[in-house]
């Protein structure tokens, strides 16, 4: 007869999975040799190590390290920092380590403060570029926007006073100086006599609108060329052409005098462009050593603050000392407080 099919087991049916099944002997035998090699730390560091895990993880350590968001901390940098001091102080009991986790808050912060003073710098550094280029074009406009003024829109204060005081010659004086310091300031000059120049080769004289520009903005600089310009303004009436041709050949020998005057001039602006390029370069050159510090604002919040971590960290030092000293048995005089409050 065929040999008798064994019915399954019931311990290996689904109502009884959830039983305990025999463990086998080479399992116990495993087990035990791992048991064995993880008992902990041996050596006296390591076990000095194990028992800082209070300090490392206390409510400071949770605390004082950002540990999410933009401004995310390394704490395994902070644990760190807590192991060299635990190695440096080697802290017995609850209040000495406390301590050390003081003193580990405090350095991690003043870490923050060299931290936000470089974020004060760059902060300065990184927009100086764009900022240095909006300055110089808001200075340029303006010069070009106040030379473009028409003066007898705005007269003397006084009625009777027909004679410009000397501030105001010497407003004017300073919008000619700063048209000649920018690049757009001398773009605009040159635009302006290249004006001139067409009128000249068109026209034969220089339009009274461009001559009050140029008397504006040359007077003070070459008061012999804005008054040549606004010398040779349209006649009153406009001369018919002369047949004689000693008059035309004179009057062509003018136009061509003014020419060359104003060729000469726009040569002179070319040569103050290359100035106003040198200086805006030497300019953005020492900006930068200039913004090297935070502005006043933050230096004083950063030091204050500073200041403030500085007094805990010495405070935190000097208990720690203190009380190692008398663990030791040493004799530790009692803390010296002075006040420097004015006594009423």
């Known amino acids: 007869m065929p040999p008798e099919k064994h019915s399954k087991d019931s311990s290996s049916s689904p109502a009884n999975d959830s039983r305990k099944r025999p463990v086998s002997e080479r399992r116990v035998q495993a087990n035990r040799r791992n048991a064995l090699r993880s008992t902990g730390p041996v050596t006296e560091r390591g076990k000095r190590t194990v028992a800082r895990n209070a300090i490392k993880h206390g409510v400071l350590a949770r605390e004082v390290v950002i540990t999410a968001g933009d401004g995310k901390e390394d704490l395994s940098e902070f644990h760190d920092l807590v192991e060299r001091l635990c190695e440096q102080y080697e802290p017995v009991g609850v209040v000495e380590e406390s301590l050390v986790q003081t003193i580990a808050t405090c350095w991690w ?25 909006l300055q110089l074009s808001d200075e340029s406009n303006l010069n070009v926007a106040i ?96 047949p004689s041709p000693d008059i035309g050949t ?55 603050y500073e200041a403030h971590l500085d007094k805990q960290l010495y405070r935190a030092m000097d208990q720690l000392e203190r009380l190692q000293r008398q663990r030791r048995g040493e004799k530790v005089p009692p803390p010296l407080n002075i006040s420097l409050e004015r006594r009423r």
Request: aromatic residues 8%; proline residues 6%; charged residues 35%.
């Open 250 to 304: 004179q009057e062509a020998d003018r136009r061509a005098a003014l020419v060359a005057l104003i060729d000469d001039r726009i040569r002179r602006i070319d040569g103050f462009r290359g100035l106003a390029e040198e200086r805006e370069e030497f300019a953005l050159d020492a900006e930068p050593r200039r913004c090297s510090l935070p502005p006043a604002d933050a230096t004083d919040k950063l030091l204050r």
């Open 109 to 133: 912060r003043k870490a923050r403060v060299i931290r936000a003073e470089n974020g004060e710098i760059r902060k300065r550094l990184d927009l100086l570029a764009v900022d240095r280029v």
């Open 147 to 242: 030379e473009a003024l028409d003066l007898r829109l705005f007269p003397p204060v006084k009625s009777d006073d027909r004679v410009y005081s000397k501030e105001r010659w010497a407003t004017l004086q300073d919008v000619e100086i700063n048209l000649r310091r920018h690049r757009s300031g001398l773009d605009y000059l040159c635009a302006l006599l290249m004006d001139a120049k067409l009128e000249i080769t068109s026209e034969g004289y220089i339009s009274e609108r461009v001559q009050e520009k140029i008397h504006s903005a040359f007077y003070f600089w070459d008061p012999v060329f804005a008054l040549t310009c606004q010398a040779s303004g349209p006649p009153y009436p406009k001369a018919e052409p002369s």
